[in-house]
């Protein structure tokens, strides 16, 4: 629907690091991660917890987000501390941004067009 | 970001879900999608384009066409389309596959469009499904010469907290 597709071919080279943000966006546990690492540093056993998993199912997790350099993990004694990286992640989000955008413009034309739509079906009996 | 507007997520490695409300009766939402005179009022090409060609025939078996031009030179791309499922104000669903004027395919998707309406607002659902992870991904990184910069300050003003 767009002719911008027209620059499709030149996407090939998008780098392997953003293929695996979107692997490590594409699970609503890791996302749910993501969220509570926006607050701050979390240990990992507080990120399993409200979301009602094991240990070990939230630290498969966070290796994924590890290996998609949206998290970096760091030891301290007992504690895995997780921490936000946001670097990737904006790199990803301004990539569907730009492409949200242009959408949104052609909805907000048909917005307009709607709101025509609604006037002329009232004054047309 | 606002809530309200358009919203994008790609759900599988191949496909893009665009949501979207709209202040109107889901009847109008299906007119402005379906009837070519609308369609040209909305479907707005990137600057320095021009829409030349707008067919619209939604029914199982019709077929949708669409071409652009460029203002200053030969260009054109065309996209073509056949409707496999259309229920008027409801759901409809085409194929797509853009073509460059030298006949080159540029890529092919399938498109399903969901129409839900609650007390006059309809929600609106497109999902298009690509070939491929890499079509996928060039369709959504399509957009990226346009206002990287600004999209920059925004995220930076977002992010902040989170970094």
Known sequence: MKPCGILNHMVAEQSPRLDQVFHALAHPARRAIIRQLSGGERNLSELASPLRMTFPAATKHVRVLERANLVRRRVSGRQHLCRLRAAPLKDAMLWTEQFRRNWEARFQALDSLLEEMKSVRRTTP | ?163
């Open chain 2, 1 to 163: 970001m606002n809530p309200q507007g358009l919203q994008v997520s790609t759900p599988t490695d191949t496909t893009i879900v665009l949501i979207r409300t709209f202040h109107a009766p889901r009847q109008l939402v299906w007119e402005a999608f379906t009837d070519p005179a609308k369609m040209r009022r909305w479907m707005l090409p990137p600057p320095g384009w021009i829409m030349t060609v707008c067919e619209c025939e939604v029914r199982v078996g019709g077929a949708l066409r669409l071409a652009w031009k460029s203002e200053d030179a030969d260009p054109v791309m065309t996209l073509d389309g056949v409707f496999t499922e259309a229920i008027p104000h409801e759901r409809m669903v085409h194929t797509e596959t853009m073509r460059l004027g030298s006949g080159e395919t540029v890529g092919t998707l399938l498109e399903t469009h969901e129409f839900s309406e609650k007390s006059g607002v309809t929600t609106m659902r497109i999902t298009q499904a690509y070939d491929s992870k890499d079509a996928r991904d060039g369709a959504i990184a399509s957009g990226m010469d346009q206002g990287v910069e600004a999209g920059f300050k925004q995220l930076d003003a977002m992010l902040a907290h989170a970094a």
